[in-house]
């Protein structure tokens, strides 16, 4: 039997974990590691997780050389798009980490090439491999929860000074004249917006209808790290999400789909579901080995299609096109803890519920906006 190909772009950071785990799979003999990209050479450890595999410092040059089977792709986000159509063109399937792109364009030119290059592509959303996720899906498919009423999600974390600086891409909204948009919604939260406009079942062109958005900042960064979004599906459900990376407590996020005879929470970190008839836990599916089975055999479902990422790419738009954050202090956000779970309980945004800090205009995002 052949084994499938894989290089990976993008070592460092999150990329780490990548490789061991492809450096895992080479060993035990499901993959062959064909090749790492990345500008910054490999330390040691690296080194031996790469299994002799050429390393280098331009993802172009490796594509050509190797022309792998499959790519895992691990860099920020502004340069998705452009590497992930290259690794198509080149006859790789991808895994390509979330978010796809930083824009709508962006994620309309990928699914162009992917409709003409015939490839697979799996966007890095690990949340969606909870089988939590799956067992909502048919709960909500079996009617158990009723009509959805509303949706709503929450995300209460705290990042330092060294989360913003980490990299040269941290919180901006562009770099180098290319989009980054990255942002608590956008990024850290990804996941939350994501499966609440996912869990609706609006798809198609436009499953977005509107987005109302107030963003915050408290540092320097150019991007949020504060904001609440009301998102206007295309099936007529309100979702609201409120999240903020300067919560004093944090908290599990947790999204939580309202329908007319039962309300779930799903836990999804921690492949958790709570319903009225109690409390379940999950197993969870890696979304690299789901796309070598489904490569192997598609009748396995790929569980993050690239066109199912759409309606989060629109919610992103929104963001995208928003007026810069608005800045506040941090010592003013008061409890906002309190304040972000009125906000997804009420389908508020945080400028609707009277805070003084909370002073950003009042904005609207349509599809025909872009």
Same mark, same amino acid.
């Given at each position: 039997?052949? %084994? ?22 080479? /060993?035990?003999? =499901? ?19 790469? !299994? ?19 790519? $895992? ?7 998705? $798009?452009?590497?992930?159509?290259? !690794? ?8 390509? +980490? ?5 824009? &709508?364009?962006?994620? @309309? ?9 015939? =490839? ?10 909870? *089988? ?14 009723? @009509? ?7 995300? %209460? ?7 913003? #600086? ?9 770099? @180098? ?7 608590? %919604? ?12 996912? &869990?609706?079942?609006s798809g198609g062109e436009e499953s977005v209808r509107a987005v109302d958005l107030d963003t915050y900042r408290t540092r320097p960064a150019e991007a949020h790290d504060t904001a609440s979004a009301r998102i206007h599906t295309a099936r007529g459900t309100r979702v609201t999400v409120a999240a903020t990376l300067c919560a004093e407590a944090e908290e599990d996020p947790v999204v939580v789909v309202h329908g007319s005879r039962d309300?779930?929470? &799903?836990?999804?970190?921690? @492949? ?7 409390? /379940? ?28 990422? =759409?309606?989060?790419? +629109? ?6 096109? #928003? ?23 009420? *389908?508020? &945004?945080?400028? +609707? ?14 599809? +025909?906006? #872009?």
């Open positions: 039997m052949t %084994l499938p190909r894989v290089v990976l772009v993008g070592a460092h950071g999150h990329g780490r974990g990548h490789l061991d785990q492809l450096s895992a799979l080479h /060993t035990r003999g =499901r993959i062959e590691l064909a090749g790492v990209a990345d500008p910054r050479p490999p330390c040691p450890e690296q080194r031996t997780a790469a !299994a002799g595999a050429p390393w280098r410092r331009d993802a172009a040059s490796l594509l050509e050389a190797v022309a792998p089977d499959l790519a $895992v792709i691990v860099t920020p986000v502004h340069t998705h $798009v452009e590497l992930a159509e290259a !690794a198509m063109r080149a006859g790789a399937h991808l895994l390509l +980490e979330k978010p796809p792109a930083p824009s &709508l364009a962006g994620l @309309d030119r990928l699914l162009a090439v992917q409709a003409e290059t015939g =490839r697979t592509v799996q966007v890095g959303f690990q949340a969606f491999g909870s *089988g939590a996720v799956t067992e909502l899906r048919r709960r909500i498919d079996a009617g158990d929860l009723g @009509d959805i009423e509303s949706i709503s999600a929450t995300g %209460l974390w705290w990042r330092g000074e060294a989360y913003w #600086s980490r990299a040269g891409w941290a919180g901006r909204r562009f770099l @180098d004249g290319h989009d980054v948009n990255d942002g608590a %919604l956008t990024n850290p939260f990804a996941h939350a917006v994501a499966l609440a406009v996912t &869990l609706d079942g309300t779930a929470r &799903l836990h999804y970190t921690e @492949d958790r579901l709570v319903t009225a008839a109690g409390e /379940t836990r999950h197993p969870r599916t890696d979304l690299l080995g789901n796309l070598l089975a489904h490569l192997a055999d598609p009748a396995v479902r790929l569980l993050v299609p690239l066109a199912a990422t =759409r309606a989060f790419t +629109e919610v992103a738009e929104a963001v995208r096109q #928003s007026p810069p954050p608005t800045p506040v202090a941090e010592d003013r956000l008061g409890d906002l803890t309190t304040l972000t779970h009125e906000a997804a309980a009420t *389908g508020r &945004l945080y400028r +609707e519920l009277g805070a003084t800090w909370a002073t950003a205009p009042a904005w609207t995002w349509t599809p +025909e906006a #872009s």
